[in-house]
């Protein structure tokens, strides 16, 4: 298990069967990012792109996101920013720490549909119901 330090930015419409190590795909239709922990576990991370999720930068050359990247439902638990491309190591947060984080997470994207009201695919299996 090697650490990645540095994620290479790749425009892509979806993600490939199998993501490379080193390489954060940007899918602008499906306003996505996914790489592979950057740990080196080989773990599939997805940050969906919304207000109240994740939000991109690129500066033509290199990428950011934001908020952190908090792995910790998975047994390696990393967490990580990745700022210019450049993957930086958070410290650890505790069960506490978690736990209100997953909350307040939970409350943003709650009150980011409210504002919004339901999404294309909400709007449509509704419209289809009798």
């Not at 773990?43 to 290199?62: H, K, N, R």
């Not at 700022?83 to 997953?102: F, L, Q």
């Not at 939970?106 to 549909?113: A, I, S, T, V």
Request: with cysteine.
């Amino acid at each position: 298990m090697t650490a990645v330090a540095f994620l290479r930015p790749e425009i892509v419409e979806s993600f490939p069967p199998e993501m490379v190590r080193g390489v954060l795909y940007i899918s602008i239709p499906y306003r996505t990012c996914g790489h592979l922990c950057a740990c080196g576990c080989g773990q599939e991370i997805v940050t969906p792109l919304s207000p109240a999720q994740w939000a991109l930068t690129y500066d033509g050359q290199s990428v950011s996101l934001s908020p952190s990247i908090g792995n910790w439902g998975l047994p390696c638990r990393s967490h990580y920013w990745i700022k210019e491309g450049t993957v930086r190591w958070s410290r650890r947060y505790t069960a506490g720490e978690i736990a209100d984080n997953r909350a307040r997470d939970r409350r943003d994207l709650q009150e980011h549909l409210g504002k919004n009201g339901p999404g294309p695919i909400a709007r449509l299996v509704r419209r289809l119901r009798p």
